[in-house]
């Protein structure tokens, strides 16, 4: 146990056909959460050496591109910052942090491992969230129902999208990536996965929608569904599926693909990030027989002395922008389109700290 005071996260439930509408909604439910949780943003950017003026026109330049891609999904993104009070910019720099920060001068974290189990009939899988410990009050579960079904999952206030399921049984994982031509204003990683969730029934769908989706910044988005799972990497240079090959998928925060690891980032996330896969791999590569999405949380605890932090915990005197931790753990099980999330690492998650939503209940 890390003693850290994990706080309860809110869920927030959003319900109308009109993407607008469920925007002015979500806005309105978290608009304290979401102007603080901006702010906190907007110090990290100015941290980074990113400047308040790039900030505001990547965000627009991303909107734009969100609302050429999909555009009730900008739609939503314009409803929040109306129902929280802010500024459109401010809502879409928030959806597309993973891409302003890629312009950052400082070193990023090193965040999220993912596993999943792909052996048949026990398709499932979880994943840690590490991120900056100033946030760990800035994000939440959700509930989204709208005309073509419903999704829960967890977020940060004012984004879309991040790890979820929705009622058809498709669910997403999030991994972020580095390559040396990742540059912001296209669609954002964050906001792709809410797609996923918003518009895919099937495996096939949603590798079709991925594969498909205008990106100019790096990350992994794994689907997971009873019929099967696979990763999609996403990088400048394009798209490329990871299909699930023996008993089980895993991804930390670098390539494994061939094509884009040739211009990978390694100053940003090695050798944490190898160091973290290659403990999965041993562990996965013994005893690997996972009934449930629950079994799956030892093979993501880390402790001193296992040679890698699958559990982040800030260093000692670090500073703003260096201080990360793990802030969730979650589980999918898309068989039951159902979402377990405790908050904090796997090793300080018990019976008592799994909040459980159903997406299939929201319909």
């Known amino acids: 146990m890390s003693g850290f005071p994990h706080p309860s ?15 002015v909604q979500r806005g309105k439910a978290c608009s304290p959460q979401l102007a603080s949780g901006w702010q906190t943003y907007a110090e990290l950017f100015s941290a980074g050496g990113i400047s308040a003026a790039r900030v505001e026109a ?27 009070g802010l500024p459109e910019w401010q809502v879409a720099a928030l959806n597309a942090r993973t891409e302003i920060l890629s312009l950052s001068k400082t070193q990023l974290p090193g965040e999220c491992s993912t596993v999943i189990s792909t052996i048949p009939g026990r398709v499932f899988s979880a994943q840690t969230w590490d991120w900056h410990e100033e946030l760990a009050k800035a994000w939440h579960l959700q509930s ?13 206030y004012g984004i879309l999208g991040k790890i979820g399921v929705n009622s058809h049984g498709v669910g997403v994982h999030l991994n972020v990536l580095g390559h040396s031509g990742d540059t912001p204003g296209a669609v954002p990683v964050h906001v792709a996965a809410a797609a996923v969730l918003y518009y895919a029934k099937t495996l096939e769908e949603a590798v079709d929608l991925l594969t498909a989706v205008p990106v100019t910044t790096s990350s992994s988005i794994s689907v997971v569904t009873a019929e099967g799972a696979c990763m999609v990497e996403l990088s400048p ?15 930390t925060n670098h390539f494994l693909s061939p094509l884009p690891a040739a211009g990978e980032r390694t100053e940003l996330y090695q050798p944490d990030s190898g160091q973290r896969l290659d403990l999965l791999k041993r562990r996965c590569s013994g ?8 079994d ?40 039951t389109a159902r979402l377990s999330v405790s908050p904090g690492a796997p090793t300080e998650a018990g019976q008592e700290t799994w909040r459980v939503l159903s997406a299939q209940s929201q319909q």
């Open 9 to 23: 996260p809110a869920l927030i439930t959003v319900a109308a056909e009109s993407a607008g509408e469920r925007g």
């Open 296 to 335: 799956l949380v030892p093979y993501l605890c880390s402790r001193p002395g296992d040679g890698a932090d699958l559990c982040c915990v800030p260093a000692a005197g670090a500073r703003f922008g260096d201080r990360w931790r793990t802030l969730a753990t979650a589980l999918i099980d898309p068989e």
């Open 287 to 294: 005893h690997f027989d996972p009934s449930d999405p629950l």
């Open 237 to 251: 240079v394009g798209a490329q599926v990871i299909p699930a090959a023996g008993d089980y998928l895993l991804h």
């Open 58 to 84: 990547e965000a627009l330049a991303s909107l734009a591109a969100v609302d050429a891609w999909l555009p009730d999904l900008a739609a939503e993104i314009r409803g929040t910052a109306a129902g929280a």
């Open 144 to 156: 989204v129902a709208h005309a073509d079904g419903a999704f829960v999952g967890m977020t940060e």
